[in-house]
């Protein structure tokens, strides 16, 4: 190896240390929207003070961080106004992905969130088979009554939710859940298990499996809407699908930071 080359080497190695110091910066930040001082960065980052103000310094020039005297540090915003550009388009991050679930599945896939009490169908990707569900964008039914709004309320604690919903539950099937202690109950589950199922909640002879996805660009549902007589063949294959489409979306688009 040649001294140039060699130098060459020691410089990318360098400059991917940097950028690797200064990720683990931003996140720091980004778990604290409050500010952070330059001790509690090196602490939290586990680097020596110097070293994280000449990072913070550099990331401050180009608006990625903001530095505030009392406030502290802060995510700048350059960084902010990437996010909000990234968030608008939350359907094209999402979208190879559910494809992939539907293609593994044979089944109908929808992309929803929380409006209100309602769930909003924001996409979704058909069967390409005779027999299927078709859902209708914008469509929206009670968080309560869909496995895609139980699994979004699952995020919330007990007493979130009941300030939220209330005891009024207008039962749109026989089969949706009538009362509060009878929604905890499914709640409890989703917790535990992950996923969410709604068994002719919404409309008789369709059933669907939902999984939330808890990430840095909003919450959001992603469901299966299969005929009653195959979902019951495929359940344990659906389940299996459903939770590797959820790992990989939280994966592409990043992980929300714990709420208090």
């Not at 350059?78 to 359907?91: P, S």
């Not at 209100?116 to 569900?133: C, W």
């Not at 939220?164 to 499914?186: C, P, Q, R, Y």
């Not at 709640?187 to 298990?193: A, G, H, M, N, S």
Request: aromatic residues 4%.
């Amino acid at each position: 190896m040649t001294e140039s080359s060699g130098v060459r080497d020691d410089e990318r190695s360098g400059g991917i240390q940097v950028i690797s110091r200064a990720a683990k910066i931003l996140n720091a930040l980004g778990n604290r929207p409050d500010g952070m001082s330059l001790g509690e960065i090196a602490q939290a980052v586990d680097l020596p003070r110097s070293t994280v103000q000449r990072i913070v310094a550099a990331l401050d020039s180009v608006q990625l961080v903001r530095s505030s005297g009392a406030s502290g540090v802060r995510l700048g915003p350059a960084l902010l106004r990437l996010i909000a550009t990234v968030h608008t388009d939350v359907v094209a991050i999402a979208q190879p992905w559910l494809q992939a679930l539907s293609d593994a599945t044979a089944e109908t896939v929808t992309l929803a969130r929380a409006s209100g009490l309602q769930l909003a169908i924001v996409h979704y990707v058909v069967a390409d088979r005779e027999l299927r569900v078709v859902p209708r964008i914008g469509l929206h039914l009670p968080l309560c009554s869909t496995s895609g709004g139980k699994a979004l309320l699952a995020l919330e604690s007990d007493r979130q939710v009941k300030a939220l919903v209330g005891n009024d539950f207008d039962a749109i099937t026989d089969s949706m859940v009538k009362s509060f202690s009878e929604l905890l109950e499914h709640l409890e589950q989703i917790r535990r298990t992950g996923v969410s199922y709604g068994r002719g909640e919404t409309l008789e002879g369709i059933s669907t499996m939902a999984v939330a996805i808890d990430t840095i660009l909003g919450r959001y549902s992603v469901s299966l809407l299969v005929p009653s007589g195959r979902f019951q063949q495929h359940e344990a294959r659906y389940r299996t699908e459903i939770l590797k489409c959820k790992d990989a979306l939280v994966n592409e688009i990043g992980k929300a930071s714990i709420r208090d």
